[in-house]
């Protein structure tokens, strides 16, 4: 029986030392909820491997704090071990510390200024169609309903806002076949697609400032390929890249934008998903900023906030792990940034 | 049992109704070396799947005439079959068309001006390591003394005269991984690769006049690649490029002139063969043109006079197939030019 109540420190010790990489959440998922049951202030629902804890107290605003179970695979970095001041392990940073920042408040919060949900969630890690939180949002949207999400992904005790964008395009360059003796009887596609890389060279990212937070664009060639044997001149030279764009712009926007950059090659989209305004003016965002004390800045990778915003809920990434610790063999947590955040949340939240 | 004094196009028939994909030449070689054997005038010789066959007559020079025995493999194109002036199926063009008119000149010019020699070999359609006349230079090389080879690849009744060589290297561009969310921590080794191909689109190949043939270099991209994954800024991009080069160039001048043009880069030479010079001022070679009648022009692609130019002795390409049918399931041979190629070698032989 996990202890909530336990100092944080000690309860990520006791999450991360509960194997859940993603797909195999299931013990740890059963742990959670009867940990939650056993609160008499929070009615408990479960669906798949994702557990759901919230209030009813009837306060004019609720806000909501997730995290993901599930974990990358294990690097021989289990269990966890304590070193100096950090603890080692697999998910200590993403996202175990949060996880349980997040179980501690629902534990010792039985009277918070805000109605508060409490989300612990499957298959973060893996590909979006397996995502708990995606589950939860198409199966069960309303127990989602909040004012203002936080969640505790390694931000390293930073606020970090909204976040960007990204799609992934293919520019497609043809050419025509000729045996490579012959060289000049056809047309070259790798060739021709200097242009298309030279387009890449001189292309200048946007700093894009919104609501205090700087979202800094980026346009990355993340593949090539050509090639049809030894001694043929390619007809095709294909360049995948992605366009990692800031909250001001829509995915049809980037779009527009990544049509315009590679104008006259033809350009497909192969996948795609929106960025997230910080929402720092929502009262709620606000309220948050001003209680943590923390200046925010902007979110550069994907995140979950993305499926808030999408609801119209404004979320933040707030969390004691080190995002350049996650997924590495090495991977731990400074001690004191769980007890750091779990203090402000609480400030807050209180 | 082949009758090599038949009409070459009924002889080219039989060749080609006899299977003999790269690897499958022992039941040919049989046929060829016992119709051969047949022949008074002729001593012959077998090595694996090759057959030679010589004159012995103590003429002052020595002309060889090579052909192989192998196909590409069968493309619904058996057995061949006459439509109007041409002759279909897999080989008509290269080279049983050759190989016939070879035959034919062996068992019909008891008493030529040179002795002669007749190479019947295997495994040309395949890589370098199983050639048949790689073999036979190796294990037999007094079987190939002469003054002149003239090879009856596909030329379309044109001579074409000595042979480019041909090199690839890879171009390696490094970078440094970083997450493409913060693609400005890393170096974009694709990006980085953008000269290279640029250096190629501006490269200005050099024509080359020897003894009237013209030799057009080219320097393509033959492949591309590079990319982790689709959300990493890639630390490696790889340019393969094919230099097919004037035999004015040894293997190592070409392989200084890929590395000038690619100064800054590393350059690593994956696979090399020499050109040929061609040789049309041998006394043997001269004689030749002379007597055919047809201007020599230059062969571009990569052959096996370039075998015969490594020994020594000037070689020629020049027979009765459409190299540009070569390896097609449409493959033929015009009917016309195979008696064409043969009355013009009888008229130089006898």
């Not at 009887?185 to 946007?206: C, K, M, Q, S």
């Not at 390619?234 to 366009?243: A, E, K, Q, R």
């Not at 720092?280 to 948050?288: K, N």
């Amino acid at each position: 029986m996990l202890d909530l109540a336990a100092d944080p420190v000690d309860l990520t010790a006791a999450l991360v030392d509960v194997e859940s990489v993603s797909g195999s959440e299931a013990h740890l998922a059963a742990l959670v909820e009867q940990a939650l049951r056993a609160l008499p202030h929070l009615s408990v629902d479960r669906d798949g491997d994702a557990v759901v804890a919230r209030t009813r107290l009837g306060r004019e605003r609720r806000v909501l704090l997730a995290g993901h179970l599930d974990t990358v695979p294990i690097a021989d970095n289990l269990p966890s071990r304590r070193e100096g001041d950090r603890l080692l392990g697999c998910g200590t940073s993403d996202m175990k510390s949060g996880d349980a920042v997040l179980l501690h408040l629902a534990a010792t919060l039985p009277d918070p200024a805000y109605d508060l949900t409490f989300v612990l969630y499957d298959n973060e890690e893996v590909e979006a169609a397996r995502n708990g939180l995606n589950r939860l949002v198409r199966d069960h949207r309303d127990w989602l309903d909040a004012d203002l999400a936080v969640l505790l992904e390694p931000t390293n005790g930073q606020v970090e806002a909204g976040c960007q964008g990204t799609m992934r395009v293919r520019v497609t360059v043809p050419g025509r076949r000729a045996h490579s003796a012959r060289g000049w009887l056809g047309e070259n596609a790798i060739h021709a697609a200097a242009p298309v890389l030279a387009t890449l060279v001189r292309y200048e990212a946007r700093d894009v400032d919104i609501d205090g937070c700087v979202y800094r664009e980026g346009l990355n060639a993340v593949a090539v390929a050509g090639g049809v044997a030894g001694n043929v001149v390619p007809d095709l030279c294909t360049v995948t890249v992605n366009f990692r764009f800031a909250p001001d712009r829509s995915e049809a926007d980037a779009e527009q934008h990544v049509r315009d950059v590679f104008d006259g090659w033809a350009v497909e989209v192969t996948d795609s998903a929106p960025g997230a305004l910080p929402g720092l003016t929502a009262p709620a965002a606000r309220h948050f900023v001003d209680a943590v004390g923390v200046t925010p800045v902007a979110k550069y990778g994907w995140t979950d906030v993305a499926r808030f915003a999408q609801l119209g809920i404004p979320a933040l990434n707030f969390g004691p792990g080190d995002p350049n610790l996650a997924h590495t063999r090495e991977e731990s947590v400074e001690t004191a940034l769980i007890g750091t955040c779990t203090d402000l949340l609480r400030r807050y939240l209180a």
